[in-house]
């Protein structure tokens, strides 16, 4: 069974540039959510997609946009680009947090994608 | 706000000793999940192991054991017999209530040395 997809894993933009980065989740799996990783802030959550709607949205700003597609793969997209958007960009997918099996709420990350603005 | 806290940036360990990581947590939530996720110098993001709050018994998973005491809202991990393939850095991580997210302690950087 394949795991989560993310690409590109490496790339290096410019400020003032827009990034879009590509998640394919767990075959089956419906939820998908995004996470901004850096030295200074560790883990953030930046939203969380479900059946195409996002159900949840962190603290980021409104350049950081995300969406879902009807086969549950998701994109995010940064815009005008600043050096502190610096980062490796996790991507994770679940069953749905009401599943009552023993794999909800278990959250599987992709490699992520390593971005660098200059 | 929940909230998650491991107060230990880095630790280090013998091969084929034990060791303990620690993790805090504040929630106001009854049901929740804990989870211990491991990250090593590849990046790939890998689950440890998982606890729901509702179960008293501490899960296990092969080497590695938690200790979770819901009134003291603590969750250790224990690692027994470290292997130098559990090189990585650790995090603790909650789940709970409405806001659908898991958040993420600052990690524990383990080294095990040969």
């Known amino acids: 069974k394949a795991g989560v997809t993310q690409t590109p894993r490496y790339l290096i933009k410019t400020r003032g540039q827009q990034v879009t980065l590509s998640c394919s989740p767990i075959s089956g799996h419906r939820s998908v959510s995004w996470y901004q990783q850096t030295p200074g802030q560790g883990l953030q959550f930046l939203f969380e997609?479900?059946?195409?709607?996002?159900?949840n949205k962190g603290n980021f700003p409104g350049r950081f946009s995300g969406r879902q597609f009807s086969n549950s793969r998701s994109e995010m997209n940064v815009s005008t680009l600043e050096l502190g958007d610096s980062a490796l960009y996790l991507c994770?997918?679940?069953?749905?947090?009401?599943?009552?099996?023993?794999?909800?709420?278990?959250?599987?990350f992709g490699a992520g994608s390593r971005l660098t603005v200059l | 706000a929940q909230t998650v806290t491991q107060s230990q940036p880095e630790m280090s360990v013998q091969e084929a000793e034990t060791v303990t990581l620690s993790c805090t947590y504040d929630t106001s939530e009854n049901n929740y999940y804990l989870f211990w996720y491991k990250q090593p110098p590849s990046r790939q993001m890998i689950l440890v192991i998982r606890q729901e709050a509702y179960k008293q018994q501490n899960a296990t998973e092969n080497r590695f054991s938690v200790n979770f005491q819901k009134a003291a809202k603590s969750f250790s991990l224990k690692i027994s017999d470290s292997q130098l393939g559990d090189t990585a850095m650790y995090f603790c991580?909650?789940?709970?209530?409405?806001?659908?997210?898991?958040?993420f302690g600052t990690g524990t950087l383990l080294a095990v040395q040969p």
């Open positions: 994770a997918s679940s069953l749905p947090p009401w599943d009552t099996s023993s794999g909800a709420n278990v959250l599987t």
């Open positions: 991580a909650f789940y709970g209530g409405a806001t659908n997210k898991l958040i």
């Open positions: 997609y479900f059946s195409e709607t996002q159900r």
